[in-house]
């Protein structure tokens, strides 16, 4: 699959970088609108590409969503540009992803960044607020507010909700939603999960930063997992964030993420 991207700073050559350039992989209902602000200010010092993953943004919609597929995706655009190699830095799912594939192509990858994830099963779903917006009558609808309005009764949060309209696209009579809402959500035990089968006995030595929000529970029950599976594991813990720590604190996890890659430690 070509996935959608957006390389800063812009109109940029990315062919024969001095320097491995930062993939930035969102989670889901995440998109490369969501991180063009952060894309731009870490372009001050490093080349960045930020993708939009299958079913979500404007790269193409597909009936599967395993990791197995988004690793492929991302293997894909890696060599469509010719990188030898590349820095990860993931969110969420996209964090999973990024560990997938650092354990798939390790030769691939300088650094690992993993922002608020752990390679684990988690309890949670997102599957309510999927439902929620499957709801919603497209073709009835005027305007995104009462879109918003429609989800306030399951999706109490107004940060939350202001997200995933993030998505909805279109004006009246011609209203869509960018991500691929029915196959996310019967994908949603896949997607929660992480592929232990495809990784027995796999131990990566790509050096990894694993940054967390010290208010989210995503990351810290999970350390032994962790550096199971990257033996070069460090964790970074961002004071006053939560799961969405780029957003809440981006200013500190830029500077964490800009100090973990210019330093000298490298995948040999």
């Known amino acids: 699959m ?8 812009e109109n940029i050559d990315i062919s024969g970088l001095a320097q491995p350039p930062v993939i930035i992989i969102p989670g889901l209902f995440g998109s490369t609108a969501n991180w063009r602000g952060f894309a731009k200010k870490m372009s001050e010092t490093q080349t960045v590409i930020v993708i939009d993953q299958r079913n979500h943004g404007r790269s193409p919609h597909a009936d599967s969503h395993s990791y197995t597929d988004m690793v492929n995706d991302l293997l894909s655009l890696i060599n ?19 560990m997938a594939f650092a354990l798939s192509y390790p030769e691939r990858v300088e650094k690992l960044a993993v922002l608020d994830i752990a390679p684990v099963q988690y309890d949670h779903s997102h599957a309510p607020f999927l ?11 005027t ?18 909700r202001l997200f995933l309209l993030q998505s909805l696209s279109g004006s009246p009579g011609s209203f869509r939603w960018r991500i691929n809402v029915p196959v996310l959500h019967a994908w949603m035990p896949e997607i929660v999960g992480f592929p232990h ?14 940054i967390y929000g010290e208010e989210s529970d995503y990351v810290l029950s999970f350390e032994e997992r962790i550096h199971q599976y990257f033996s070069r594991a460090r964790l970074y813990g961002v004071v006053g964030a939560g799961h969405w720590l780029h957003a809440d ?12 890659i210019l330093d000298g430690e490298k995948n040999d």
Do not use: W
Request: charged letters at 25%; aromatic letters at 6%.
């Open 197 to 210: 089968d495809d990784f027995v006995g796999e131990r990566s030595s790509v050096p990894a930063a694993f």
């Open 249 to 260: 604190k981006p200013e500190v996890v830029l500077n964490i993420l800009q100090k973990f």
């Open 80 to 98: 469509a540009h010719k990188l030898e190699r590349v820095i990860l830095c993931g969110h969420s799912m996209g964090g999973k992803v990024a």
């Open 143 to 160: 305007s995104r507010g009462e879109a918003d309005r429609a989800l306030q009764e399951a999706i109490s949060d107004t940060s939350i």
């Open 131 to 141: 439902e929620a917006l499957m709801q919603i009558d497209l073709a009835s609808l």
């Open 2 to 9: 070509e996935l959608y991207s957006q390389i800063y700073p």
